[in-house]
């Protein structure tokens, strides 16, 4: 199968600044990525993704007409484009400015100023995306594995579907908070759980819990996704008897490894 490069994808650069702009322009030339179109704000970005679809959009924070999310929501909720791989970059540090964009299923979160090795990685997390790997198991048909999701962000839902999905698994039932996901369980067998943390009524550590004591498969196999990454907080998360803990946003590369470790142990 024809595995994409970086110099095979086109981008969108969205950065109102003619110097950043310039400085970005440069490091994503040394990436190799030179087709690239630019935008100053929400209105044009729009305007050149809805004609001409790009395969990473890369955009900063702050525009004179609205914000990197006003985009990003445009994005996710327009069919045509709403699987487009979006990379925020921002010097933008607090955790409650930055989950927002965690919960909607963005490809990376780039620092300003990044590093080379940073942005090789979102450019990776983006080819990831955009090529279907399947995942190779020995104990498991991959197409046939019964994958419970639960997040309740539709867009990280969707997300984390498409990361799935481009590894073969395509059996995924939905669940919008744990409340739901305890009833899922009840009237369905599944092969792995795949669950946000911070959700309301019944969050992923008390869902896990559940699953743990309370369930008829309590040795489940249970991926923890979270855009809350204090050492203290995975430390609570961990004794709820998780099997694998992953960062919002995810890698897909990251996520293959940790469900081949855990559908294989």
Do not use: W
């Not at 209105?43 to 985009?71: C, W, Y």
């Not at 039932?173 to 009840?186: S, Y």
């Not at 992953?246 to 559908?263: G, S």
């Amino acid at each position: 199968m024809y595995s994409l490069e970086p110099s095979d994808l086109s981008l969108l650069l969205v950065e109102p600044s003619d110097t950043q702009r310039r400085v970005i322009l440069r490091h994503l030339a040394d990436e190799g990525i030179t087709n690239i179109d630019a935008a100053s704000d929400v209105a044009q970005a729009l305007e050149l993704i809805r004609t001409n679809k790009p395969d990473m959009v890369l955009s900063t924070l702050h525009f004179s007409d609205g914000t990197a999310l006003d985009l990003l929501r445009t994005l996710r909720s327009e069919e045509a484009i709403k699987d487009t791989p979006f990379v925020l970059v921002s010097s933008e540090r607090r955790p409650d400015e930055l989950d927002a964009f965690k919960q909607s299923g963005i490809a990376a979160i780039l620092p300003k100023p990044f590093s080379h090795e940073q942005l090789g990685l979102a450019i990776n997390a983006t080819l990831d995306l955009l090529t279907p790997q399947e995942l190779e198991l020995t104990h498991f048909d991959t197409h046939s594995l019964r994958v419970l999701v639960v997040d309740d962000s539709r867009m990280a839902r969707r997300h984390i579907m498409r990361v799935l999905d481009n590894l073969g698994i395509s059996q995924v039932t939905e669940a919008v908070d744990g409340e739901d996901a305890i009833n899922q369980l009840q009237n369905q067998m599944f092969d792995l759980v795949v669950t946000d943390y911070n959700m309301p009524n019944i969050n992923g550590r008390e869902l896990t819990e559940h699953i743990r004591q309370h369930s008829g498969q309590s040795h489940l196999p249970v991926l923890m996704v979270t855009s809350e990454a204090s050492g203290a907080h995975l430390a609570n998360i961990a004794q709820s008897g998780v099997d694998a803990i992953c960062d919002k946003p995810f890698e897909p590369a990251e996520v293959r490894a940790m469900l081949y470790r855990l559908l294989e142990q």
